[in-house]
């Protein structure tokens, strides 16, 4: 099957059109004609119009989207990864060039199960390159990319710069050893620096199939916060994968969810989680476990009436909860004086699709598991005078938390909200022995 959409570029925005020859590859109509200042004169237009691509076999019930970021590695594209570590479901394609600012990048793209595909050895124009050379500037970057990564890495794909190409630079690509040409539909433009809000805006509007181009040359002024805000708000919104026939880095290790792979800094406390029946996962069919999303106070609900296997109260304690999934835990924790609501002095609603926050978690916990000893207090340095600060303290003393700033430890960050990966691992530690 062919994976790979022909674009026809116009002038005038359009939609997806049926193509008629006979490997039924997808014409689409470039809705952001696109004009290269800084192209040389002498050249006609039509050797730089951007061709734009989308992906046209896609799966899952959630969009399937394509980030990509060109011309690294730069000294700020290890920053890129550290955002990216976060969400371990995600994975991205980098479209890079001769160059390895910080030494090891290009192994850790490797390692995090990205892509790599070839944006040439010295960013130049291919179309004004002769055959010779374009053929040339695609090989020295794969020579690059291998003395630099320990496994054997097949490109496969490229990315001309400037989006420049044409019929005579994909032959000389696939002459090369490089047949599938990616480009892209949605361009937020963050090489001009427009915004954080800007880049958010472009982002959003992403359907099925979509490439986006993004440069880590650019970075973290703009580019890597709107990346940042973006996955913190999205990252289950989408299926993100890498491009076909770009090479694949290393394939995850098994895990106990289809989100979390056994190298998740939580897996063992989420496989721990699983194996004593404390979640069912975060979807219908029990697959992913969505270890960034955060907790609300129902899921806290239902995680410690399952953990103390709480009786069913025939009570109806809060006025908010009815025909919510987690009413019968939510009044089961009520019942064993765990909760006391989310509205004093009245208490009479529970607000179940609120986030849990890292204090409010801490009594809810020490309510639950009877810790007294709060080890002489002021354990952390920056919960003095919160409302939550002795049952921190008694959490801490239990062993049950470490603080939110490894190595150091001397933070909790009660007003952070938690996410399922942590709630897993405290859990873990306050009921896995």
């Excluded at 809810?364 to 002021?378: E, F, I, K, S």
Aim: charged share 25%.
């Amino acid at each position: 099957m062919c994976l790979v959409a022909l674009m026809l570029i116009t002038s005038v925005g359009g939609v997806p059109a049926r193509a008629h020859d006979d490997d039924a590859k997808v014409v689409y109509q470039v809705e952001d004609h696109a004009r290269f200042e800084d192209a040389p004169e002498h050249f006609q237009l039509s050797e730089y119009e951007l061709l734009s691509r989308r992906v046209t076999e896609t799966f899952g019930s959630k969009p399937n989207i394509f980030l990509s970021f060109d011309d690294g590695s730069t000294t700020v594209t290890t920053q890129l990864l550290d955002i990216l570590d976060r969400h371990p479901h995600v994975k991205v394609t980098f479209f890079v060039n001769c160059k390895e600012a910080v030494v090891g990048t290009f192994q850790r793209i490797f390692d995090g199960g990205h892509a790599i595909g070839n944006h040439s050895c010295n960013h130049l124009y291919l179309t004004t390159l002769s055959s010779s050379e374009r053929r040339r500037q695609l090989k020295n970057l794969e020579s690059f990319i291998h003395a630099r990564i320990r496994e054997p890495v097949s490109l496969g794909c490229f990315r001309p710069p400037f989006g420049a190409t044409s019929n005579a630079v994909r032959a000389d690509a696939k002459a090369a050893g490089f047949p599938t040409e990616w480009l892209w539909s949605v361009d937020p433009k963050d090489w001009q620096k427009p915004g954080v809000d800007k880049i958010l805006a472009a982002l959003k509007g992403m359907r099925d199939g979509d490439v986006i181009v993004l440069h880590d040359s650019v970075g973290k002024t703009q580019t890597f916060e709107a990346v940042r805000l973006f996955l913190a708000q999205h990252h289950n919104d989408y299926i993100f994968r890498t491009l076909p026939d770009c090479g694949l880095g290393k394939p995850p290790i098994p895990g106990p969810y289809d989100d979390v792979f056994g190298d998740h800094r939580f897996a063992n406390d989420i496989e721990w989680l699983r194996d004593t029946g404390l979640t069912r996962g975060c979807n219908p069919d029990g697959t992913r476990f969505c270890p960034e999303d955060y907790v609300t106070r129902g899921e806290m609900a239902a995680f410690v009436t399952r953990a103390l296997k709480l009786p069913a109260s025939s009570k109806d304690w809060f006025r908010d909860v009815n025909g919510s999934i987690f009413e019968s835990a939510i009044n089961a924790i009520a019942d064993a004086g765990i909760t006391r609501g989310c509205n004093p002095p009245a208490n009479d609603r529970f607000c179940p699709n609120d986030f849990v926050t890292r204090g409010q978690m801490a009594a809810l916990l020490v309510r639950a598991l009877g810790y007294t000893d709060n080890g002489g207090g002021d354990l952390f340095v920056d919960d003095n005078g919160n409302t939550f600060e002795i049952d921190i303290d008694k959490l801490g003393t239990a062993g049950v938390t470490r603080g939110c700033n490894p190595p150091v430890n001397d933070r909790f960050c009660p007003n952070e909200f938690v996410t399922r990966g942590q709630m897993a691992a405290i859990l873990h530690r306050a009921l896995g022995g």
